[in-house]
C-alpha cells in the first residue's frame, strides 16, 4: 500500500505568518517604545519563498492624532532589534524579513460608513427597511 502524505489543515505559510505576527505583536509589547502603545499588529503575510513577512500594523488613535508617519517612522527603527528576535524563534531554512506596513482596511471602512451616514442623512434608501419579509402592509 503506498504512502500517501498526510495533508495539513494549514499551508507552512499560514503558519509561519501566525508565528511571525505573535512575535512581533509580542516584541513591540515588550520594547515599550511610547510612539507604539497602541499599534496592533493585524495580520502577516508570508510569501511562499519565505524570504518577505509583510507585517501590517493598524494605529488608529495615532491617525487620528496626525501621528500616522512618526508610528511609521519608530516602527522601521525597530524592525531590526524585532528581526533579530524573529530570526531566533522561527525554526524554519530561511527566515523571513519583515517589513512593516500600515492596514488601511479598518480606517477605510470607517470613512466609508461615515461618507454613506452623511449621504443618507439618516434616511433610509427606497427599498430599504427593517421588513425583512418584503411585504408592505
Known sequence: MARGRNPK???RT???SELVREIVASELERIG???TELVTVTSVRVDRSLERAEVYYSALSADEEGRGEEVAEALEELRWPVQQVVNRQVRARRTPQIRFHPD?????AMRIDDLLAGLSGGETAPGDSDDVTGTDQ
Open 9 to 11: 489543515p494549514f499551508k
Open 14 to 16: 499560514d503558519r509561519i
Open 104 to 108: 488601511d482596511v479598518l480606517s477605510e
Open 33 to 35: 517604545d511610547e510612539r
